[in-house]
Every structure is written in structure tokens, then in C-alpha cells.
């Protein structure tokens, strides 16, 4: 059986950036089980299991564009440290729930400290970055009516979403 839409997925993957850094892995894991076609994974790698049947081998690069995005520069602000009361120690790296103007909120990651403000980045970590994967087509499969209505599969030992 080959990967199309409304195929359940399963496949590891090892992860790098474009100097060879490992990012993740799913080696010695689980494999990472996916909806094909439901928008669960980043659309570059998505795109490129469409047609790959178990057993496959392959290496996949992914444009900044077509994972994460670009990094939009709006989503990096400088807040007030006040903003953040209660606080007692705040260090690059350290992430938090922002507010939005819509009731919701994003996540946040600290990435410089002065005296007065506090630079946050609501780009996801991995935004702006090409990626590349190395994976291994693990099972593919028909998605069951239940998978189908809620969206996303159930590997081995998961429960309801």
C-alpha cells in the first residue's frame, strides 16, 4: 500500500538543520503515526511521503517555506519588563504564554534581556530554518471512520485526543 490521503502512517525520522546538527529523532521512540493529507506534519515532508510504501528509505530536505515558515518579524517584540511581575528570574530561553488581542495566546520564547525590556519571539524555534529528515516508512494503513472524523491517528498505546 502506498501513502495517499486518509492513510495512517507511521515512519521514523532523524532530524537536522543544514550543518548536520541532529534536531530530534524518533530513533530508539515510537515512530511518529500521522493522517496523510489532515495537516499533522509540515507540508514539505508531507508532500514528500505521498507515494512511499512501507519500507522505504529516504532523505528529505524541506525549505524554511514549506516546515516552519519564515521568520516573521512582527511575532519578535520588545515588552516592558514590568510585564512580567511575578518573575523572579528571567534568562534567554525561557518561554511563556503571551496574551493576544483575540482572548488566545502563543507562545513565546525570551531571546535578549536589558535593563527596561524584555525581547520575546512568537516564531516557532525551528522557523526560518531548512530542514532535513532521514526516514524510514514504518506502516501504512487505511485510517479507520473514527481516525478520519477526529483528525489524527492512534499509534500503539494512545488514547483518545
Same mark, same amino acid.
Given at each position: 500500500? !502506498?501513502?495517499?490521503? *486518509?492513510?495512517?502512517?507511521?515512519?521514523?525520522?532523524?532530524l537536522?538543520? +543544514?550543518? $548536520?546538527q541532529?534536531l530530534?529523532?524518533s530513533v530508539?521512540?515510537?515512530?511518529?503515526?500521522?493522517? &496523510?493529507?489532515?495537516g *499533522?506534519? #509540515?507540508? $514539505?515532508?508531507?508532500?514528500?511521503?505521498?507515494?512511499? %510504501?512501507?519500507? +522505504?528509505?529516504? !532523505?528529505?530536505?524541506?525549505?524554511a517555506?514549506?516546515?516552519? $515558515?519564515?521568520?516573521?518579524?512582527?511575532?519578535?517584540?520588545?515588552?516592558?519588563r +514590568?510585564? /512580567?511581575?511575578? =518573575?523572579?528570574?528571567?534568562?534567554?530561553?525561557?518561554?511563556?504564554?503571551?496574551? !493576544?488581542?483575540?482572548?488566545?495566546? =502563543?507562545?513565546?520564547? =525570551?531571546?535578549? #534581556? %536589558?535593563?527596561?525590556?524584555?525581547?520575546?519571539?512568537?516564531?516557532?524555534?525551528?522557523?526560518?530554518?531548512?530542514?532535513? /529528515?532521514?526516514? %524510514?516508512? @514504518?506502516?501504512?494503513?487505511?485510517? !479507520?471512520?473514527?481516525?478520519?472524523?477526529?483528525? &489524527?491517528? &492512534?499509534?500503539p *498505546? @494512545?488514547? +483518545?485526543?
Open positions: 500500500m !502506498t501513502i495517499k490521503d *486518509n492513510s495512517a502512517v507511521s515512519f521514523h525520522y532523524t537536522t538543520d +543544514d550543518d $548536520g541532529q530530534d529523532s530508539g521512540n515510537a515512530p511518529l503515526a500521522y493522517l &496523510h493529507g489532515a *499533522n506534519i #509540515i507540508p $514539505g515532508l508531507e508532500n514528500a511521503l505521498k507515494g512511499k %510504501s512501507v519500507g +522505504d528509505n529516504m !532523505t528529505v530536505a524541506v525549505s517555506a514549506e516546515g516552519y $515558515g519564515e521568520v516573521q518579524s512582527e511575532l519578535i517584540q520588545q515588552v516592558p +514590568d510585564a /512580567f511581575q511575578g =518573575v523572579d528570574s528571567i534568562e534567554v530561553g525561557m518561554q511563556f504564554e503571551a496574551q !493576544t488581542g483575540q482572548g488566545g495566546s =502563543v507562545p513565546v520564547t =525570551v531571546t535578549a #534581556i %536589558s535593563e527596561d525590556t524584555i525581547t520575546v519571539d512568537g516564531n516557532h524555534p525551528l522557523a526560518g530554518k531548512n530542514l532535513n /529528515f532521514e526516514v %524510514s516508512i @514504518e506502516d501504512v494503513r487505511d485510517a !479507520t471512520p473514527e481516525e478520519l472524523e477526529l483528525g &489524527h491517528i &492512534h499509534g *498505546n @494512545e488514547e +483518545d485526543q
